[in-house]
């Protein structure tokens, strides 16, 4: 069992900038992807980034060059810097873990909003 806690979202003026993190209850040497998602209300939640067991990562388009996505291993932990934030990017953000036996969990969401 994984136990993920988000943290660092709140308000913000366009603009700006949030760091989110995502804590693990467990090492997280083992999973292997893990990822942030949001979702906006009336929307579907959407990929924001991933990042692999081995650092590789990947962004939606919509925050590329904006958002970076790390994680420390030894800290499990996941981290989300979010910068040059806009009024679309407000949403629930979710961390999500997938484990190398292929088990996923999520986190319980935090809310970011960017005001204009």
């Known amino acids: 069992q994984v136990q993920l806690v988000e943290s660092g979202g709140g308000l913000v003026q366009a603009g700006g900038s949030l760091r989110l993190a995502c804590a693990s209850s467990?090492?997280?040497?083992?999973?292997?992807?893990m990822r942030w998602y949001r979702q906006a209300p009336g929307k579907q939640r959407e990929l924001v980034a991933g990042i692999t067991k081995d650092g590789t990562t990947n962004y939606a388009d919509s925050v590329k060059g904006r958002f970076t996505i790390s994680r420390d291993n030894a800290k499990n932990t996941m981290w989300l810097q979010m910068n040059s934030l806009k009024p679309e990017d407000t949403a629930v953000y979710y961390c999500?873990?997938?484990?190398?036996?292929?088990?996923?969990?999520w986190g319980q969401g935090t809310q970011v909003t960017v005001s204009s």
């Open positions: 999500y873990a997938l484990t190398v036996a292929a088990v996923s969990y």
């Open positions: 467990r090492t997280i040497f083992s999973i292997y992807s």
